[in-house]
């Protein structure tokens, strides 16, 4: 097994070439299969399991943000990949890994917008938004369109917070998690003039079916040429996040504390109440509605 970051430095960004057009390989160096892991806690119920593995000699292991692995893949850096589930949208002759997600049936945790004022005043306003995950970001323009009315002025910032010049932020990943526990808002109510919400629980109750952000997923053309290889670390991957979410489960919460400061139950509510792992076909439906959305909306 070759992992390109060590374990001990989980929340180091790989890095990747800048070449653009790149034809895909059907495999790295020494015939590995390249496979890009997000490297947010909130896969670490597989990617602490994946990397402790002795069976993954034939695997070389990238880690990075959700927007990084996606450019990483479309310049044919990597065989197999987690990647947002936009993107995965937005690009055909792709295989979906089965089994597995990063999904919500209600609350997610990690995707939340915060506003100064109700989500109905924001329309002349500047919402700051991350360029880490493209799903979370179309989403939110998703919802405004069709429970609102209006998409508002959307800006990328390093780090999207209210200020000034912003009167809404969508945060996502670990720093949403810790953004949260300052906010004096809850469970989407109004504290003032505050607003918190949730993207998965308001996604779940416009249209009760679970919101799939991620999917790992390989070019059929790699699949096609490593079937039996290819079949195998799907197997695995779902392998590694049962153990992850039971055997593992202390190791993986521990972890996640140490990275963020968050507690050991609040960090449990997060990995066995809100995010879900599944990928049945509920949650096929929630990601074809998504795309029905995206491209009604000419998102996609």
């Known amino acids: 097994m070759s992992i390109q970051e060590p374990f001990s430095h989980l929340t180091s960004v790989g ?97 939340l917008f915060f506003a100064d004022r109700p989500l109905a005043l924001l329309q002349r306003c500047k919402i700051a938004i991350t360029s880490a995950s493209a799903t ?66 308001w996604w779940f109750e416009a249209f009760s079916l679970p919101m799939v952000f991620g999917v790992w997923a390989a070019r059929k053309q790699f699949v096609e040429s490593n079937r039996v290889r290819f079949e195998k670390l799907c197997s695995d991957l ?11 489960f202390a190791a993986v919460v521990a972890e996640a504390s140490r990275r963020t400061g968050l507690s050991s139950q609040r960090l449990s509510v997060y990995y066995r109440q809100e995010l879900n792992f599944d990928l049945t076909a509920e949650h096929l439906k929630g990601l074809e509605l998504y795309r029905t959305l995206c491209l009604k909306h000419r998102l996609l």
């Open 15 to 111: 890095k990747f070439s800048q070449c653009s057009s790149v034809k895909p390989a059907e495999t790295g160096k020494n015939g590995l299969i390249r496979f890009g892991q997000i490297n947010f806690i909130n896969v670490l119920p597989l990617t602490m399991p994946l990397l402790a593995s002795q069976d993954h000699s034939q695997v070389e292991f990238v880690l990075d943000t959700p927007s990084a692995l996606n450019k990483s893949f479309e310049e044919g850096n990597l065989d197999v990949s987690a990647m947002s589930s936009f993107y995965f949208l937005q690009n055909g002759n792709l295989e979906l890994v089965p089994l597995i997600s990063i999904a919500s049936k209600g609350a997610v945790g990690s995707v």
């Open 136 to 201: 979370s970001v179309n989403l939110l323009k998703v919802l405004f369109a069709e429970k609102i009315g209006f998409i508002p002025e959307f800006v990328i910032c390093d780090e999207p917070e209210i200020n000034a010049e912003f009167a809404g932020a969508l945060v996502i990943g670990d720093r949403a998690l810790a953004f949260d526990q300052n906010w004096d808002a809850r469970s989407g109510d109004s504290v003032g003039n505050s607003v918190r919400v949730d993207l998965g629980v």
């Open 238 to 248: 779902r392998d590694c996040f049962d153990v992850g979410l039971s055997a593992q």
